[in-house]
Structures are given as structure tokens and as C-alpha cells.
């Protein structure tokens, strides 16, 4: 009977001695820190990790954007030492492809033209050589001039108005897979004149070795538009530092068209202001010639006499100074 009963008791104590046991190893590593410790060198190697690859992101962004900061101080430099306008560039800007020669010649033609105009509409007095004088200087050095600003602002306008359909076909082009240079070769056939003329110099350019950055801050010059600017900084940025070029283009075409859209409706909102301005401006140079043509002996005075000429000068300065107001005040800048 007793033997039994020490038995059952060691059977006992070995089950419980094994209880013990198991209980001790599942339960040690959360009594002895084992377990925080190892969440803490866990933690500790993730915010490692965390903290290098941010820094990796922050160096490459810093890479990008010294990258970029570099190209467009490049290109601000290339921009000052190419400043200088010259005649060749003015004919260039405006679609003209003769010679200085032959604009010299017409403005020696419309200068004679304009004095001898001045010399048959004006009587005989003592400031008539003066006057003629004048007006022969005009035509030769402001009109044509005065005429070539009027053709090269209405040929950047044409260009503005076909930029972002050009724009539109560099994103469609690199989208489906086309290199650049394709693309551009599809505007120089396709696009209506003068976009067409522009971007086919580009393509020649590269035809020649001339690199693409290269050619385009070429078309700059002839055209100095901002929004052709932009289309040059993100090409070249994107040649240098990669990137999205389609998205950055899609980006830049919305951009031109708010910017033409704005414009035409600024323009649309001015125009009553610019008539008014041209009529006031134009209306005492026209009552003079009619008071001429009508009574020459009542407006006479003002050319013959000392008085008369001392108030045309005058009346000349004071008219100067009202456009030049107007003019400021319709000229708006966006």
C-alpha cells in the first residue's frame, strides 16, 4: 500500500517537474526581456534602415536639383552673352530671309518717299527744310523698323496660337513609344507655318550634329516667347536629368493654352480701350490736314511763324505724352 502511494507521488512530481519545465521554456522569454529585447534590435535596425534610405531619397533629390539648378544657370548665361540684337536676328524674328542690303535699300526708298510726301503736302516757308529733314530720318530709320516689330510680333503670335498642337504631338508621339527627334521631324511636315519653319531648323540642326538643347535654344532666340523657353528648359533638363518627359509636356501644353486663352481675353477686354486711343490720338493730326485742305490760309501761321512753330512743337510734346499715358494704361502685363 505504501509502496503504491510513493508511486502515484513520483509520478506526480515528474508530471508536475515536466509542467514546470514547459512552462518555464515558453514563458522565459517573456519574464527574462529576451523577446522586448529582440523587438527593440528590430525596431531599432528598421529605423535604421528607415533613416539610410531617406537619406539616399534626400542626396538624390539634392543630386536632381543641383543638376537641374546648374542647366538652367547654363542656360541664363548662354541667354546674357547672346543678348545682342542684331539686324540679321530682327529679319529673322520677323520670317524675312533677305539681306541687310536689301532692308537698308528699302529704308533709303521709304525715307525718300516720306520726305518728298512731306516736302509736296507742306508750303514754302523756313522750317519746311527743317520738317522735311525730319520726316525723311522717320522713314528711314523708324518706319521700316516701326514695320518689322508690327510683322515679327504678328509672326510670335501665329507661333504662340500652334505651340500647344505641337506640344500635344511630342506627348503623343512620346507615349507611343517615339524618340524626340521624330517627333519634331512630324511638326516640321505636318504643322502650319511659322512652328513648322522652326522646328524644321531644329531638325536640320540635328541632322548636322548639332545636340538637341543645342538647337532649341537656337529656335529661342529667333522666337522670345516664354512659353518657348519653357519647352527649352524642360527638354534640356529632361536630357540631363531624366524624367517624365510626357507628363512634363502635357503639364507645359496646358500651361501655353491658359496662357494664349488669357491673353486673347485680355486683348478682347482692351480693345474698346485701344480704339478710343487711336481715335484720340489720330484726331488732331486729321483735323489739321482737313483745316489745310479746306482754309490753308487759317492753319498757315503755325508753319511760317516763330509763335506758330514754338506751339506745333508744343502741341507735338503734349499729344507724346498722352499716347504714352493711354498707352500705359491699356498695356496690360500677365
Given at each position: 500500500m505504501l509502496e503504491g502511494n510513493l508511486s502515484v507521488f513520483a509520478v506526480a512530481m515528474l508530471a508536475?517537474?515536466?509542467?514546470?519545465?514547459?512552462?518555464?521554456?515558453?514563458?522565459?522569454?517573456?519574464?527574462?526581456?529576451?523577446?522586448?529585447?529582440?523587438?527593440?534590435?528590430?525596431?531599432?535596425?528598421?529605423?535604421?534602415?528607415?533613416?539610410?534610405?531617406?537619406?539616399?531619397?534626400?542626396?538624390?533629390?539634392?543630386?536632381?536639383?543641383?543638376?537641374?539648378?546648374?542647366?538652367?544657370?547654363?542656360?541664363?548665361?548662354?541667354?546674357?552673352?547672346?543678348?545682342?540684337?542684331?539686324?540679321?536676328?530682327?529679319?529673322?524674328?520677323?520670317?524675312?530671309?533677305?539681306?541687310?542690303?536689301?532692308?537698308?535699300?528699302?529704308?533709303?526708298?521709304?525715307?525718300?518717299?516720306?520726305?518728298?510726301?512731306?516736302?509736296?503736302?507742306?508750303?514754302?516757308?523756313?522750317?519746311?527744310?527743317?520738317?522735311?529733314?525730319?520726316?525723311?530720318?522717320?522713314?528711314?530709320?523708324?518706319?521700316?523698323?516701326?514695320?518689322?516689330?508690327?510683322?515679327?510680333?504678328?509672326?510670335?503670335?501665329?507661333?504662340?496660337?500652334?505651340?500647344?498642337?505641337?506640344?500635344?504631338?511630342?506627348?503623343?508621339?512620346?507615349?507611343?513609344?517615339?524618340?524626340?527627334?521624330?517627333?519634331?521631324?512630324?511638326?516640321?511636315?505636318?504643322?502650319?507655318?511659322?512652328?513648322?519653319?522652326?522646328?524644321?531648323?531644329?531638325?536640320?540642326?540635328?541632322?548636322?550634329?548639332?545636340?538637341?538643347?543645342?538647337?532649341?535654344?537656337?529656335?529661342?532666340?529667333?522666337?522670345?516667347?516664354?512659353?518657348?523657353?519653357?519647352?527649352?528648359?524642360?527638354?534640356?533638363?529632361?536630357?540631363?536629368?531624366?524624367?517624365?518627359?510626357?507628363?512634363?509636356?502635357?503639364?507645359?501644353?496646358?500651361?501655353?493654352?491658359?496662357?494664349?486663352?488669357?491673353?486673347?481675353?485680355?486683348?478682347?477686354?482692351?480693345?474698346?480701350?485701344?480704339?478710343?486711343?487711336?481715335?484720340?490720338?489720330?484726331?488732331?493730326?486729321?483735323?489739321?490736314?482737313?483745316?489745310?485742305?479746306?482754309?490753308?490760309?487759317?492753319?498757315?501761321?503755325?508753319?511760317?511763324?516763330?509763335?506758330?512753330?514754338?506751339?506745333?512743337?508744343?502741341?507735338?510734346?503734349?499729344m507724346l505724352m498722352g499716347v504714352l499715358v493711354m498707352r500705359k494704361m491699356i498695356n496690360f502685363k500677365f
Open positions: 508536475a517537474c515536466a509542467v514546470g519545465a514547459i512552462v518555464f521554456v515558453v514563458a522565459y522569454p517573456y519574464f527574462s526581456g529576451d523577446r522586448q529585447k529582440e523587438k527593440r534590435t528590430r525596431a531599432l535596425t528598421e529605423d535604421r534602415a528607415r533613416v539610410l534610405a531617406k537619406q539616399a531619397a534626400g542626396e538624390q533629390a539634392a543630386h536632381r536639383r543641383k543638376a537641374v539648378a546648374d542647366t538652367l544657370k547654363e542656360l541664363e548665361r548662354r541667354q546674357k552673352a547672346a543678348e545682342k540684337l542684331t539686324l540679321r536676328l530682327r529679319l529673322d524674328r520677323a520670317g524675312l530671309r533677305f539681306t541687310t542690303k536689301v532692308f537698308w535699300l528699302f529704308s533709303a526708298v521709304c525715307g525718300l518717299a516720306v520726305a518728298a510726301a512731306i516736302s509736296w503736302m507742306l508750303p514754302d516757308s523756313g522750317s519746311k527744310q527743317f520738317i522735311v529733314g525730319i520726316g525723311g530720318l522717320v522713314g528711314t530709320f523708324g518706319l521700316p523698323r516701326w514695320i518689322l516689330a508690327k510683322l515679327t510680333a504678328r509672326r510670335q503670335s501665329k507661333f504662340l496660337a500652334e505651340l500647344p498642337n505641337a506640344v500635344d504631338i511630342v506627348v503623343r508621339g512620346v507615349k507611343s513609344g517615339l524618340p524626340l527627334h521624330e517627333c519634331f521631324n512630324t511638326i516640321a511636315t505636318e504643322s502650319p507655318e511659322p512652328i513648322a519653319t522652326e522646328f524644321r531648323e531644329v531638325v536640320e540642326h540635328q541632322r548636322v550634329g548639332v545636340p538637341l538643347p543645342e538647337g532649341l535654344e537656337r529656335m529661342t532666340t529667333r522666337v522670345p516667347l516664354p512659353e518657348v523657353r519653357f519647352l527649352m528648359i524642360v527638354i534640356t533638363i529632361q536630357q540631363q536629368a531624366g524624367g517624365n518627359l510626357s507628363e512634363a509636356l502635357s503639364n507645359l501644353s496646358s500651361v501655353v493654352r491658359d496662357r494664349f486663352r488669357l491673353k486673347m481675353r485680355v486683348k478682347a477686354l482692351s480693345a474698346e480701350a485701344k480704339a478710343s486711343a487711336i481715335v484720340l490720338g489720330s484726331l488732331p493730326p486729321i483735323v489739321m490736314f482737313m483745316a489745310y485742305g479746306s482754309t490753308p490760309d487759317y492753319i498757315v501761321p503755325l508753319f511760317e511763324t516763330r509763335t506758330g512753330n514754338l506751339m506745333l512743337i508744343l502741341s507735338a510734346v503734349w
